[in-house]
């Protein structure tokens, strides 16, 4: 890769660090109930809401009451995104006529939008209605990304309060994420990409005469193209900052309308995990030691770091293979060089490469190229991303309450190896909280390593993948990783829309998203209502580069532990095949 694509991924790395502590601080005001620049604004709306809603503010509930809250809400926007899709075919905004969409799609897709995956088994721009794109998806972008956001500030309150019931009110809690901090950073991320081109009307699809007219000798000669357009930009802002990655159209954001220039490529990609970086410092400002954010955060951006260089050295190393066909793969002033094989050319070998381990880290899901063209140790790293567990950033709030699980892990871990109950902000970690972590740590690789094996193990899993062999197999341990860790990009090759993906699919993604939620609630219950015990010598620091290196060593072990072994049979195999020589 050349020096000026480095320099890109450094500069981006800068700018992310750049902006998380005055958003983080910004959003512990706003989770803490202080005042904020906009509140003059917001705050009379908000309190519209709360009176309409029949919601008291200071109406606090204890764990239980939360999660019931949390899921009694989910399934009713599961609920009402399945029926808009099916009956969509007879609602207004609707210029192209779409027909309701079939039952199993709709499940799968009211599933994965509820639960921030944004998984999509169809085509965005021949499948659904702009009432469907706006009122359905997009409002479930804004409100799963709340939700994720909620979860986590009620664990945050766990461990800061003692001898308490209660964490919070999740009613008050969406509706501050989304008044204060999604809605104002969408919109202004929204008009930002109609500047760069991102479409946003709600005119049909525009007819216009092709310029140079081709077509097969003896053939029709096409002159004209359906250009389809939509109210794409205000969904792109939030599909991003709420780390969801659901699209507008099918091609995602390697669409020009979606993603047209290198501003908009950078914009985009800075936002995904700028939400989920910034809630570490959130985080430290909540429990009053911004050391502990500081530290979480460290070890998010390492792994990170080391990843996106591997994925970035593996693509433009190019694929060998070419290289002895002849093919020159050199960086050029004719072309970017490495493995532009399914990539844009004005993004290039960085501006992919950094998106897609973006993405996958992010809990994300959107893509600007196209993943099953990767080589295949550079499509091993989105992958492995999500396999960690989606903590290296993950998903606005899912990914810091994640990450957080691995910490209360590691703690009790290092505890035992010096024979000291293990203690975690003054609170004691013991078998509930363990039980409770665990849960969260160990139910994704499990959901995602039983439903790949139940695809390779019956006719109908297998008869959907469209290659054979490691790359074959990769392609569906990828669909179900991302299905499993609630990210929602996909590596293609793949008939996602068999019955056996959107079922199991729809099912595996419910699961993911609120067990490991509601383990954390039941955390946060647990450890508000303990004591606060004194540090002493014997406390362990949880800020210093020591523990940062530990809990890096904890998420690694885990995810090499799960996933190794199937990585083995595709990328890796892939891989060896690949500098072999062999075409696979």
């Known amino acids: 890769m050349t020096a000026s694509g480095w320099a890109q991924i450094g500069l981006y790395v800068l700018v992310l660090l750049a ?52 899921l009694a809400f989910s399934v009713l926007s599961t609920l009402a995104v399945y029926l808009l899709l099916r009956v969509q075919g007879y609602l207004p905004l609707n210029p192209r006529g779409f027909a309701g969409v079939p039952p199993f799609i709709s499940f799968n897709t009211a599933s994965s939008y509820a639960t921030n995956t944004d998984w999509q088994a169809y085509g965005g721009e021949t499948t659904l209605s702009y009432l469907t794109q706006m009122l359905g998806l997009t409002v479930q972008n804004f409100c799963s990304a709340a939700a994720g956001m ?22 008050v809690d969406l509706t501050r994420g989304t008044l204060y901090i999604l809605l104002p950073l969408s919109l202004v991320l929204a008009l930002l990409l109609v500047s760069q081109g991102v479409v946003q009307t709600l005119g049909d699809y525009r007819v216009v005469p092709l310029w140079h007219p081709e077509g097969p000798a003896g053939g029709v000669t096409p002159v004209q193209q359906v250009l389809a357009l939509g109210p794409a930009a205000s969904q792109i802002a939030i599909k991003q900052l709420g780390s969801n990655g659901g699209g507008f159209f099918n091609a ?43 530290a979480v955060l460290a070890a998010m951006v390492a792994v990170f770091v080391v990843l996106l260089g591997v994925c970035a050295w593996s693509e433009g190393r190019g694929n060998p293979i070419l290289t002895s066909a002849g093919v020159s793969q050199a960086a050029s002033g004719l072309q970017p060089g490495g493995n532009m094989e399914g990539k844009e050319v004005r993004f290039g070998i960085a501006g992919s490469a950094l998106w897609a381990t973006v993405t996958t880290a992010v809990s994300n899901g959107s893509v600007n190229s196209m993943l099953d063209s990767f080589t295949p140790l550079g499509g091993l790293v989105p992958m492995w991303l999500m396999q960690l567990g989606e903590v290296i ?48 740590v160990l139910i994704p690789p499990a959901l995602v390593l039983c439903s790949s094996a139940l695809a390779m193990a019956t006719t109908a899993g297998q008869a959907a993948a469209f290659n054979r062999g490691p790359h074959g197999y990769s392609e569906i341990l990828y669909a179900f990783s991302s299905m499993g860790n609630n990210n929602g990009s996909a590596f293609a090759g793949l008939n996602v829309s068999a019955p056996l993906y959107t079922l199991v699919g729809g099912a595996v993604m419910l699961c993911a998203r609120f067990i490991p939620a509601i383990s954390a609630l039941a955390i946060a219950g647990s450890l508000a209502r303990k004591q606060v015990i004194p540090a002493s010598a014997g406390t362990l620091p949880t800020h210093t580069p020591l523990f940062v290196a530990w809990l890096i060593a904890v998420v690694v072990i885990v995810g090499a532990l799960s996933f ?13 095949l690949m500098v072999r020589g062999a075409t696979f």
């Open 19 to 70: 902006l998380v502590r005055p958003l983080g601080a910004y959003m512990a005001r706003v989770y803490e109930g202080r005042r904020t620049f906009l509140h003059p604004v917001l705050a009379p709306l908000e309190q519209a809401i709360y009176r309409l809603a029949g919601v008291r503010a200071d109406d606090e509930m204890p764990w239980h009451a939360y999660a019931g809250a949390l």
């Open 150 to 171: 909620a979860v986590l500030v009620a664990l945050i309150r766990g461990l800061t309060r003692h001898t308490a019931q209660s964490i919070g009110s999740f009613w």
């Open 252 to 294: 995602n954001s390697a669409h020009p309308f979606e993603n047209p220039t290198p501003l908009s490529n950078f914009l985009e990609a800075l936002a995904m995990p700028l939400i989920p970086a910034a809630l570490c410092y959130t985080y430290g400002v909540m429990v009053r030691d911004t050391r502990q954010g500081w």
């Open 393 to 440: 950033f993950g998903g606005t709030g899912s990914g810091l309450y994640g990450m957080l699980a691995f910490v209360i892990v590691a703690v009790f871990v290092a505890g035992l190896m010096v024979g000291r109950t293990p203690e975690y902000l003054g609170k004691k970690i013991e078998a509930f909280e363990i039980k409770m972590a665990a849960l969260m």
């Open 564 to 576: 190794i072994p199937a990585l083995a049979l595709g990328p890796i195999a892939e891989q060896l």
